[in-house]
């Protein structure tokens, strides 16, 4: 999925990179869950939604994978994306 997303070795795919994201994400493969919440957030390969961003960033952070872990440990980017989770999680219910 990599490869395809970033055009490594192969013709850029985003449709492709998102197949396999979700392959991997669906088998439980934490880093695939967290790049499959962040092509949703960004609308990469898919439309943009947001109750399927909290979806896969909540399953890669229930499989111990911090959601800070998604974004290096930036501070501010943990900060946002637990206030989004929240806001989002709070106005869908």
């Given at each position: 999925?990599?490869?395809?997303?970033t055009?490594?070795?192969?013709?850029?795919?985003?449709?492709?990179?998102?197949?396999?994201?979700?392959?991997?994400?669906?088998?439980?493969?934490?880093?695939?869950?967290n790049?499959?919440?962040?092509?949703?957030?960004?609308n990469?390969?898919?439309?943009?939604?947001?109750?399927e961003?909290?979806?896969?960033?909540?399953?890669?952070?229930?499989?111990?994978?911090?959601?800070?872990?998604?974004?290096?440990?930036?501070?501010?980017?943990i900060?946002?994306?637990?206030?989004?989770?929240?806001?989002?999680?709070?106005?869908?219910?």
């Amino acid at each position: 999925g990599v490869c395809y997303e970033t055009g490594m070795g192969v013709d850029q795919d985003f449709t492709e990179a998102v197949r396999l994201f979700r392959l991997a994400a669906e088998q439980g493969d934490v880093d695939a869950q967290n790049r499959l919440g962040r092509c949703y957030w960004v609308n990469t390969g898919v439309e943009e939604n947001h109750a399927e961003v909290v979806r896969w960033y909540e399953l890669a952070a229930m499989a111990k994978n911090s959601l800070g872990r998604c974004y290096g440990n930036d501070t501010g980017v943990i900060c946002f994306i637990c206030f989004f989770t929240f806001f989002f999680c709070c106005r869908t219910v």
